[in-house]
């Protein structure tokens, strides 16, 4: 699909630039003219161009100093420089004043035609990407989370809803959606934002430990403890706590849990005495917590207590006009850390990312554009860059008739569908499956994949 661009062309020679004038019209684009350096400046100061292209050599002031003018009146306008004067030396010049791209007469026009769809096409990208910029600047109204689509708005009045209250609040949403971010920034809009935020995954903990984790212990009350120590509890005195993945609390120690929220105390293990505490309860929750008390394995009575507010967090899949959002952020992220300049995603490459489902969400993107910056060494991400399929699908463990296959055969199929995702690129199949191009190899020859030369 080409794109419209507005065009200034400068030249002395009035059939060049009228041929010229003709010729960018006919793709599409808006033309203005000049015939020397002084109405071309008169021009630049009066509209902003997408491109433009400037003769070396004219009257009054050259092309030179009109590609040093119109870089300080417009720095996005991408410059040709037209010369029949070509040198190494002005070539050089040019590029270091930022020039795109420099043009010998005589030219054929289908090569102008080239030059200019490659440098539309690269202002276009150039302002997607300062646009999307900006626009993960805009949205980044609660910490790192970032999101314009309707449902994350929807998520972000909840917050400011909620932040200032002292209630309980109960996030929901499936793995990776981001639930950690949403406690920050309740905690971060909220009175208690100068207190701690403690934070702990209650399925991450040890059932054995749990108890001691949350409400401490004092020195000997059992194997192992050689000194008093605080729970979190007492960590986050005067700020908030997060509970992470609350659904995975044993039953006894919801009990705990529950009392401990009631009457706003609580007491270390091993001691007989009670201690106040004064701490705002963020819990999440992947599971569905319904759905766990009528099977036994929540008590209703901590449930309501937790769910005084609740939030929703959506899923990546239900929120896919954020995704060009997230990528940028994530690039602005992984960029200095591997020492990288890429500028965005390719469209090819976009649309695989928005026809995909996500179904590890935001962290599964993230650690998508995460490996895709450390393989990529071109300006672009590229489709390849992402094991997800053309069509925006994982790759299929079996066929699609739902036939059961051994290890192995899945191992062959894998490897098939990588090379072919890769136009057999055998070094970029071998990075993606991360594996040694020499294992790769040997796999092909076991496999019997007949592959072209790479």
């Known amino acids: 699909m080409r794109h419209s661009a507005r065009i200034l062309v400068v030249d002395d020679e009035e059939d060049l630039r009228l041929g010229l004038a003709e010729t960018l019209q006919g793709e599409g684009h808006q033309v203005e003219t000049a015939g020397d350096g002084w109405g071309a400046l008169e021009h630049a100061r009066a509209l902003r161009f997408d491109l433009a292209l400037v003769d070396l050599k004219m009257p009054g002031p050259d092309g030179m100093v009109v590609l040093d003018q119109l870089k300080q009146l417009s720095p996005e306008t991408l410059v040709v420089m037209i010369t029949g004067h070509a040198t190494v030396e002005s070539a050089v010049a040019a590029m270091r004043l930022g020039a795109y791209d420099y043009l010998s007469k005589p030219f054929k026009l289908d090569q102008v ?20 910029r900006q626009e993960v600047e805009h949205y980044h109204r609660f910490e790192q989370i970032v999101g314009k689509s309707a449902l994350m708005q929807e998520l972000f009045r909840a917050i400011e809803k909620a932040a200032p209250t002292n209630s309980t609040v109960l996030i929901c949403g499936e ?155 994530f690039l602005r992220k992984f960029n200095p850390e591997m020492g990288k300049a890429l500028r965005g995603a390719s469209p090819e490459a976009m649309a695989v990312l928005m026809r995909y489902d996500w ?25 390849e860059d992402f094991p997800l399929g053309r069509s925006g699908q994982p790759a299929p463990a079996a066929e699609p008739g739902g036939e059961l296959v051994s290890l192995e055969e899945m191992e062959r199929r894998h490897i098939l569908w990588v090379l072919r995702q890769t136009d057999n690129h055998q070094s970029r199949a ?25």
């Open 113 to 132: 035609r080239l030059v200019v769809r490659r440098a539309v096409e690269q202002k276009r990208l150039a302002d997607e990407n300062r646009r999307l």
């Open 175 to 329: 793995t990776g959606t981001g639930k950690d971010l949403v406690a920050r920034a309740l905690h971060q809009r909220s009175p208690r934002a100068k207190g701690p935020l403690v934070s702990i995954s209650c399925g991450a903990i040890p059932e054995a430990l749990l108890e001691s984790e949350l409400f401490g212990h004092t020195k000997g009350a059992f194997t192992g403890a050689h000194a008093d120590r605080e729970g979190v509890f007492e960590s986050a005195e005067g700020g908030t706590l997060f509970l992470d993945e609350i659904g995975d609390l044993p039953l006894p120690m919801q009990v705990k849990l529950l009392r401990a929220l009631q009457e706003r105390q609580i007491q270390r293990l091993g001691e007989s005495r009670t201690r106040n505490v004064d701490v705002r309860l963020v819990s999440a929750t992947h599971k569905d917590l319904r759905q766990e008390m009528q099977q036994g394995r929540f008590r209703e009575d901590l449930y309501y207590r937790l769910d005084v507010l609740s939030v929703m967090v959506p899923p990546l899949r239900q929120r896919r006009d954020d995704i060009p959002l997230l990528v940028e952020h």
């Open 359 to 383: 179904p590890g969400n935001v962290r599964e993107l993230q650690n998508a554009i995460e490996r895709a910056v450390i393989l990529q060494d071109g300006p672009q991400l590229q489709p």
């Open 430 to 454: 071998a990075q993606i499956l991360r594996i040694g191009r020499r294992t790769l190899y040997r796999k092909i020859r076991e496999y019997g994949l007949d592959l072209p030369e790479e």
